[in-house]
């Protein structure tokens, strides 16, 4: 490769508005980068890399719900199953992690929610309309909180429901994905 495909982006400290080419730098800089506030950048080596399913780089996530708050923990999990924490991301593509949320039931809702938050649902028949609070819903089928909310804040598309099958939740400790090697995570590391 030639130096007719390295530029000048800066000279003397100034951002340079009209990029020229630099190919008189073989005279003055043989193999530098840097000399004499001079920065030499190789056009062809900033190419952006778009991810797709076969690029992406999947790990499983375990996250341990107990003592967390539900929005927030749903927001920082879909964030992950989303694939925004990587530098890969692709907003159109499958790019992020399988995340597994274990002790489900150990969720918590601040303020009056438990008794206040309705989750609405129709069963398809006339007069099928059907109500229950977080804590009934929290007392029979406590993972079902953490998928709802999480679901909620992921793309409404087909994308969305791919990216909704990579969580998997489950109540108590224990799951049943040892054959995948999860990694603890943190969530207070995520920002």
């Known amino acids: 490769m030639g ?3 390295y530029k000048i982006i800066f000279f003397n400290g100034f951002f340079v508005n009209k990029i020229k080419r630099c190919t008189f730098a073989a005279q003055f800089w043989e193999n530098s980068i840097l000399t004499k506030n001079k920065i030499i950048v190789d056009t062809l080596s900033y190419r952006t890399i778009s991810g ?3 690029t992406a780089n999947k790990k499983w996530l ?3 719900a107990e003592g967390q708050t539900l929005g927030r923990l749903a927001s920082k999990v879909a964030f992950l199953i989303r694939g925004k924490h990587k530098t890969n991301f692709t907003p159109h593509a499958d790019c992020g992690d399988n995340v597994i949320v274990v002790n489900a ?3 918590v809702l601040t303020g009056n929610k438990m008794e206040a938050k309705e989750y609405i649902r129709h069963t398809g028949y006339p007069g099928g309309q059907r109500v229950l609070t977080a804590r009934q819903i ?6 079902r909180l953490i998928e709802k909310a999480v679901k909620g804040m992921l793309p ?3 994308l969305g429901n791919a990216l909704y099958r990579n969580l998997k939740v489950c109540v108590g400790a224990e799951h049943n994905h040892d054959a995948q090697k999860p ?6 590391s995520i920002n």
């Open 62 to 64: 375990l996250v341990d």
């Open 156 to 158: 409404k598309n087909k």
């Open 105 to 107: 039931e150990k969720i």
């Open 138 to 143: 929290l007392e029979k089928h406590p993972e």
């Open 3 to 5: 130096l007719e495909n």
């Open 52 to 54: 797709n399913k076969e």
């Open 183 to 188: 990694e603890a995570i943190n969530l207070d």
